[in-house]
């Protein structure tokens, strides 16, 4: 007799579950699609960011919620967390950092390998937030360069997956040539970075 099976059946079509990505601009024809060598070096990048996070205290709290199911910042590709600098290339630094603790971001941003993006997450990554004391470094764009700051204390794991986001565009429009400009040559001199 068989068994009444009421797992692994799905009555809907697959598709309705999976999120495709945009196709970048190109010309298609019957049997071929042609794009740009960055835009598809793009589109790659901007699905499967992986993070390192770098959390000292509350915010990081909110961080964990936007990792957990509820929210599952791996419907953006970004599930797979490293600890190690040198196989990530996004640093999420969420928390208050202390002065003593600014060489120490900057020690993590140096051993991640180029293309690297960072995101400050909540004030006191931001700016200090409420900690405008002797210890506390007001922002780490002290040490490293930031590309997105995500406001709020804490902010709430939509705002996170916002800047997420808005790295995703980043990254996504991003020339593969930039890392090469003088622009971003002379940003890295400015924080005393080869
Ligand atoms: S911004 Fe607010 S919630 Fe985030 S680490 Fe600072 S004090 Fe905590």
Known sequence: MARPVSYNVTQKPLERDISLANMPDG????????SKMSD???????NSIWPLPFAT?????EFMATMASHYDLARFGSERLGFSPR???LLMVMGTIAKKMGPVVKQVYLQMAEPRWVIAVGACASSGGIFDTYS??????????VDVYVPGCPPRPEAIIDG?????????????RRRNSDHYKNLLNSYGIQ
């Open 136 to 145: 506390v470094l007001q922002g780490i764009d002290q040490v490293v360069p």
């Open 87 to 89: 196989q990530c290339d």
């Open 164 to 176: 997420v986001m808005r790295i995703q565009d980043l990254i996504g429009k991003e020339s593969i």
């Open 40 to 46: 598809v070096v793009g589109l790659a990048r901007k």
């Open 27 to 34: 010309y298609q024809g019957q049997g071929f699609f042609a």
């Open 57 to 61: 205290s509350c915010c990081g709290i």
